[in-house]
């Protein structure tokens, strides 16, 4: 699991699966000042005290290799999950840390909240081309799917090779939204790629000459 810093300490992306910002209890031992294995009790007590509880909180176990190689335990944590058991700690470094983190979780899950909303425009995108090749009786294969995520790149960096959208900023995302719908609307009307492709050109210039930029390093 991918750990990155943020808000000067480490959260875990998401779960793929649940799309959900995470961290371990690894992380809650530390940022708290407390021994890994007095958290992994206090977890531990839980599942037996309460399963139910457990369960609710969406605790997973899962394991880590340490600095000698050895696979060991910890638990990944969901938002309610850390906020049950770092309110049991107390002192200034604790309240300062349960804040680091609190805000760590709200940076984290708007990542995740962009990325969701660009793959949502992608598929209204992809469904759009289908509807529309569909009605003129053409067969829509992966590589016309593909095909326009290479010109929504194009539209975005000046070239048609794959974008690590992880690594997009704020405004870059909100710029590829809006090229994704454009590109939406564009192939709707039935405009042809080549047309599409200039339109889509000109819209990254305006946007951009009204202060957004990409990233330096996608050029």
């Known amino acids: 699991m991918k750990l990155e810093k943020i808000s000067g300490i480490e959260l875990a992306f998401y779960k793929k699966s649940g799309k959900e910002a995470v961290t371990t209890s690894r992380v809650l031992a ?5 021994r890994h294995d007095t958290v992994l009790r206090k977890i531990n007590d839980l599942k037996k005290r309460s399963p139910e509880v457990f369960t609710d909180l969406k605790i997973a176990v899962s394991k880590y290799i340490d600095s000698s190689g050895k696979s060991n335990k910890e638990y990944i944590l969901s938002r309610d999950a850390y906020m049950w058991f770092g309110m049991s700690f107390t002192g200034q470094k604790a309240d300062k840390f349960r804040m680091d983190l609190i805000q760590a979780f709200n940076q984290m899950e708007s990542w995740i909240t962009e990325r969701i909303k660009n793959s949502l425009e992608y598929k209204v995108m992809s469904d759009t081309l289908t509807e529309v090749r569909l009605l003129q009786g053409k067969e829509t294969k992966g590589h016309h799917y593909s095909n326009e995520a290479r010109l929504i790149n194009w539209a975005m960096t000046g070239k048609f090779r794959p974008v690590d959208r992880e690594l ?37 210039e305006i946007y951009k000459s ?6 330096s390093q996608l050029r």
């Open 168 to 204: 997009l900023s704020d405004s870059d995302l909100d710029l590829l939204f809006a090229l994704q719908k454009r590109n939406t609307v564009l192939i709707g009307c039935g405009m042809a790629y080549a047309d599409r492709k200039e339109s889509l050109g000109l819209f990254t």
């Open 210 to 215: 009204k202060g957004n930029t990409l990233l």
């Open 30 to 34: 530390d940022g708290f000042g407390k």
